[in-house]
C-alpha cells in the first residue's frame, strides 16, 4: 500500500521508507503526492506537532497521511531541546549546535539522553493511528561519524561505544526512536486494514 509522509526532510524520508518497505509500504514524498508546504508547528509535545502536519497533509491530498514529529532531550538540558531541536540549531550547522550541547553536558556532567518520535496517521475520515519510539543513551565526548544527520555525532545509544552517526541507517533504524516509532505504526496499520482496527 502507499501513503504520504509529510515532510520536507529528505533524511527522514530515507529512514522511513527504509523501515517502512520491508513492511509492503511505499513511502511517497509530499512532491511525488503533488503538494508541498509546511505547516505550522505551534503543538505543545511531539504527538501535538506529528498531528499538526498529518493533518495539514491530508487536507491538501485527501489521502492517508503520516507525520513525525521527533527531538533530542537532554537531561543537562531538563529535557530540552525536545520539540525544538530543529529551533535548537536554527541558521547554525549542526556540527555547532552538537558543540553547544556537548559543553553544557560537560559543564554540567550529566550525559543522559535520548531520541524520541512520535508518530501520527491522520485518514480522511477522521481516524487516527499514534505511536512513539524511544531510544535510550548519553552525549557522547566527542563528534563522531559520517552517517544519520543532525544531532547522531553527539548520541551514543545505551549499550553501544559509539555515536549512531557511526552506524549505518539499517543498523540505526533498527534501534533508533523513528524505527520503533513507524514499526508499531506498521503493525497498527495493518491492523486497521485488516479491520482488527483498534485506533488509539
Ligand atoms: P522535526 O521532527 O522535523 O521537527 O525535526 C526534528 C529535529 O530533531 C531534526 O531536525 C533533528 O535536529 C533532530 N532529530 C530528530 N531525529 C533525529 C535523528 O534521528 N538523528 C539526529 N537528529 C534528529
Known amino acids: 500500500m502507499e501513503i504520504i509522509l509529510a515532510s520536507n526532510n529528505p ?12 513492511l509492503g509500504i511505499t513511502v511517497l514524498s509530499q512532491a511525488q503526492a503533488g ?3 509546511e505547516a505550522e508547528e505551534n503543538g505543545t509535545s511531539f504527538t501535538e506537532n506529528a498531528r499538526i502536519k498529518a493533518l495539514a497533509a491530508v487536507a ?5 497521511c503520516v507525520a513525525d514529529d521527533s527531538g533530542l532531550e537532554v537531561d543537562a538540558m531538563d529535557g530540552g531541546p525536545g520539540i525544538y ?3 535548537f540549531c536554527g ?6 549546535a552538537c558543540r553547544d550541547i556537548m559543553e553544557t553536558v560537560d559543564r554540567a556532567g550529566a550525559r543522559g539522553a535520548r ?5 501520527v496517521c491522520r ?3 477522521g481516524r487516527e493511528i499514534a505511536c512513539e519510539g524511544v531510544i535510550e543513551g548519553r552525549i557522547g565526548r566527542v563528534y563522531e561519524g559520517e552517517h544519520g544527520f543532525g544531532y547522531d555525532p553527539i548520541f551514543v545509544p545505551e549499550g553501544y561505544g559509539r555515536s549512531m552517526a557511526c552506524l549505518t541507517d539499517g543498523e540505526k533504524n533498527a534501534i533508533s526512536h523513528r524505527g520503533r516509532a513507524f514499526r508499531r505504526f506498521a503493525e497498527e496499520l495493518k491492523r486497521v486494514m485488516e479491520g482488527r482496527e483498534q485506533i488509539c
Do not use: H, N, Q, W
Not at 491538501?60 to 492517508?64: L, Q
Not at 541558521?91 to 555547532?96: H, L
Not at 531520541?115 to 508518530?119: I, L, Q
Open 11 to 22: 533524511d527522514k524520508l530515507r529512514e522511513v521508507r527504509e523501515i517502512l518497505a520491508p
Open 35 to 37: 503538494c508541498r508546504f
Open 60 to 64: 491538501a491530498t485527501g489521502k492517508i
Open 85 to 87: 531541536s530543529s529551533r
Open 91 to 96: 541558521d547554525r550547522t549542526y556540527k555547532e
Open 115 to 119: 531520541f524520541r518520535c512520535a508518530v
Open 123 to 125: 485518514f480522511p475520515d
